[in-house]
């Protein structure tokens, strides 16, 4: 193992999944579960393990399209849409460069998507 490979796997190590605070406006249909997050592919990621209660359709949505948006300090970072059909295990992008520093405090928003 490179000494830069090791570096990586302990910043990977040392960031926690409390950095990021859940706000789910699907509450009544889908539960999240923050795991850990883990740097991939160049990319910062924290997995979640979504749980689909009910069809989001119930929550207002017109389909099963969510979306989420990343922020920091109420700062917009990123916007993504992913499909909540089913229960799975999904990975959130919290940056597109895993050499940059994380901030110390994130807000994941779940919300419908786009209809």
């Known amino acids: 193992m490179t000494i830069s490979s090791?570096?990586?796997?302990?910043?990977?190590?040392?960031?926690?999944?409390?950095v990021v605070t859940i706000d789910n406006g699907l509450q009544q249909c889908v539960q999240i579960n923050k795991s850990d997050i883990v740097?991939?592919?160049?990319?910062t990621l924290l997995n979640a393990d979504i749980s689909v209660l009910q069809a989001i359709d119930y929550c207002g949505c017109k389909s099963a399209v969510a979306s989420?948006?990343?922020?920091?300090?109420k700062q917009h970072l990123?916007?993504?849409?992913?499909?909540?059909?089913?229960?799975?295990?999904?990975?959130?992008?919290l940056a597109t460069d895993d050499k940059n520093p994380m901030p110390e405090a994130l807000k994941l928003q779940l919300s419908c998507g786009s209809n």
């Open 39 to 43: 740097q991939r592919n160049n990319l």
């Open 78 to 93: 990123r916007s993504e849409v992913i499909t909540l059909k089913s229960s799975n295990i999904y990975s959130f992008v």
């Open 68 to 73: 989420y948006h990343l922020y920091s300090n």
């Open 6 to 18: 090791l570096l990586m796997t302990l910043l990977a190590a040392a960031v926690d999944s409390s």
